[in-house]
C-alpha cells in the first residue's frame, strides 16, 4: 500500500501519525490534504536505523550520531541538505527532519519500505494532536487508505520528540528540548 502512494495511520514512538513513503510527492500532497495543512509547514521523516539517516541527507555531521545514540528520548534532528525525498518534505531552505524511530513496528516498517516514512501528528492542522489512537478523529480515520491494528488499545503516555537543528558544522540549535 505504502509503495503505491497510499497513506497510513499508525502508532510511532512519540505519538499517531499519519505517514507515506517520503519519496513520492504525491502521497505527501495527500496528507497536506488531509491535515488541511499548508504545504510551507514541513512535516518530518522516520527511518530505521542511524545508519539509513546517510541516504538522504547530504552531509551528516558526526554529532548526528552521538546526539541519537545519547539522547534518552526521541530526537528528531533537522539537517542542513535533504536528498532524494519529496521535495513538499524540505525546507524552504532545502533542511529535512529526520528522526530514527525507536518503536520496533516503525521501525521494521521503514526497514521494509527502504524508505524514510513521513510522520505528521494524525489530526487536523490546528487541534490538539491525538497521544492515543481513541483521539484520533473519525475523519481522520476515514481519510486514509489503511489503520495500522497494533497499539490501538494502548494507553501508555510517550514522550514528545526533542527537536534540534544541526548544520554540517555542527552547530547545535535546541528547537524543542
Known amino acids: 500500500m505504502l509503495r ?3 497513506v497510513l495511520l499508525y502508532p510511532t514512538d512519540t505519538i499517531w501519525g499519519i505517514g507515506c ?3 513520492n510527492s504525491k502521497a505527501v500532497k495527500r496528507i497536506y490534504e ?7 509547514k514541513a512535516m518530518l521523516a522516520l527511518v530505521g536505523r542511524m ?7 547530504d552531509d551528516v555531521p558526526e554529532m548526528a550520531f552521538t546526539l541519537n545514540e ?26 529535512i527532519g529526520i528522526r530514527v524511530s525507536r518503536e520496533p513496528f ?15 501528528s494524525a489530526n487536523i492542522a490546528g487541534e490538539p494532536s491525538p497521544s492515543f489512537f481513541h483521539e484520533i478523529s473519525d475523519e481522520v480515520k476515514n481519510a486514509v487508505d489503511y489503520i495500522v491494528n497494533y497499539r490501538q488499545a494502548d494507553t501508555t503516555p510517550h ?19
Open 4 to 6: 503505491k502512494g497510499g
Open 21 to 23: 513513503d517520503a519519496t
Open 34 to 40: 488531509i491535515k488541511r495543512r499548508c504545504e510551507g
Open 51 to 57: 545508519s539509513d539517516v546517510e541516504q538522504w541527507v
Open 70 to 95: 545519547m539522547s534518552e528520548k526521541p530526537v528528531t534532528i533537522i539537517y542542513d541538505h535533504g536528498i532524494g525525498v519529496a521535495p513538499e518534505l524540505l525546507g524552504d531552505d532545502g533542511s
Open 106 to 120: 516503525t521501525q521494521q516498517l521503514c526497514n521494509r519500505l527502504g524508505h524514510p516514512l513521513v510522520s505528521t
Open 159 to 177: 514522550m514528545p520528540s526533542s527537536v534540534i537543528r544541526l548544520s554540517s558544522s555542527n552547530v547545535i540549535k535546541i528547537i524543542r528540548p
